[in-house]
């Protein structure tokens, strides 16, 4: 069962950055199964691994854009892109680590982060993208 259903309304109204944040629901939904699955720390850490990877270069590429526009609100959405990043590879480093299990509350926090992020911080974005 999807964490996250992609559906039109999540549209930011650039095909590109509609089809990154698509792969972020699907890495999610695939951390979400294989945590549901029981898999392997193995297979889980590899997944962790792919959404810290994608966080980092979707983000790159949001703010390569907003340094070509007049997006008045960089600075802010930058510093909410941090604090993911920083969230994500936190849970990394500490599932490595052994000090953490990847359970129903971290998938709620990316679930609800996620479509909060786009539904509201990304759609601010929208009218300033080619």
Known sequence: MPIIT????????????????????????????????????QVIGKIID???TYTVFHFGEEERMFAATA???????????RFLVDKVQQVKTDFAAGKVAIGVP?????REWLVEHIMKTDKTYSSYLP
Do not use: C
């Open 6 to 41: 992609w559906d039109a309304t999540m549209s930011v109204g650039n095909a590109k950055i509609d089809r990154q944040h698509q792969e972020l629901v699907r890495i999610i939904n695939q951390l979400g199964d294989a945590m549901q699955q029981g898999n392997a720390n």
């Open 50 to 52: 792919e959404l810290v």
């Open 71 to 81: 997006y008045p609100h960089t600075d802010a959405h930058k510093d909410k892109h």
């Open 106 to 110: 971290l998938l709620h926090f990316l």
